[in-house]
Nanobody
Framework: QVQLTESGGGLVQAGGSLRLSCVVS????????LAWYRQAPGKQRELVAV???????NYADSVKGRFTISRDNAQNTIYLQMNSLKPEDTAVYYC???????????WGQGTQVTVSS
């Protein structure tokens, strides 16, 4: 069973920055999928950023140019650097992994990000 533990959320003013971290219990060196999702109140969970194998990251249009997903294989950690934050970025952010194309998805417990105007 893979465990994911997020940290780094909090309250920030619009225009500010936060960096989320997600420590994975196993190796992420050859993992199929690393991703961040978010869910705002009353809305469906949405994909924010994803890395499939060693491909370039893909981002939701709403965060392109502001958010950056990255990985540290030695630390088994996924990051989400969030800059120029907007109130509409307020949500619970979840990290997500999948070991293989047909494998199961694993989720962290979520970390709250609140952006004040």
């Amino acid at each position: 069973q893979v465990q994911l533990t997020e940290s780094g959320g909090g309250l920030v003013q619009a225009g500010g920055s936060l960096r989320l971290s997600c420590v994975v219990s196993g190796s992420i060196f050859s993992i199929y999928k690393l991703a961040w999702y978010r869910q705002a109140p009353g809305k469906q969970r949405e994909l924010v950023a994803v890395i499939i194998r060693d491909s370039n990251p893909n981002y939701a249009d709403s965060v392109k140019g502001r958010f950056t997903i990255s990985r540290d294989n030695a630390q088994n950690t996924i990051y989400l650097q969030m800059n120029s934050l907007k109130p509409e970025d307020t949500a619970v952010y979840y990290c997500n992994t999948r070991q293989s194309w047909a494998g199961s998805d694993y989720w962290g417990q979520g970390t709250q990000v609140t952006v004040s105007s």
